[in-house]
């Protein structure tokens, strides 16, 4: 059975920051590439960024250079280091393989993230 335990999201204001974290298990991180992805109501699933099994990160132009994604394999986890959070940024956000499974069995409940003033 997978299961996704994301973490560390909460309300903060304009260029705050947040620590997401996310431990799996079901599901090995080893190996494979992983992501972070966000999601807001009535939208699709984005990804905001991905770490290759060798520690090569991409980013998308949204987050790059404000976003930082970390894994720990030992530990069958991720994090994502969020600074300087726009408003734009308030989704829920989803940590998952990359490419990420379609089936809703394979994802977890999300932390929600809300920048506000």
């Known amino acids: 059975q997978v299961r996704l335990v994301e973490s560390g999201g909460g309300s903060v204001q304009p260029g705050g920051s947040l620590r997401l974290s996310c431990i799996a298990s079901?599901?090995?991180?080893?190996?494979?590439?992983v992501g972070w992805y966000r999601q807001n109501p009535g939208k699709p699933r984005e990804l905001v960024a991905r770490v290759s099994n060798g520690g090569l990160t991409y980013y998308p132009s949204s987050v790059k250079g404000r976003f930082t994604i970390s894994r720990d394999d030992d530990r069958n986890s991720v994090y994502l280091q969020m600074n300087s959070l726009e408003l734009q940024d308030t989704a829920v956000y989803y940590c998952?393989?990359?490419?990420?499974?379609?089936?809703?069995?394979?994802w977890g409940k999300g932390t929600q993230v809300t920048v506000s003033s």
């Open positions: 079901g599901m090995v991180f080893s190996g494979n590439y």
């Open positions: 998952n393989l990359f490419p990420a499974p379609s089936e809703a069995a394979y």
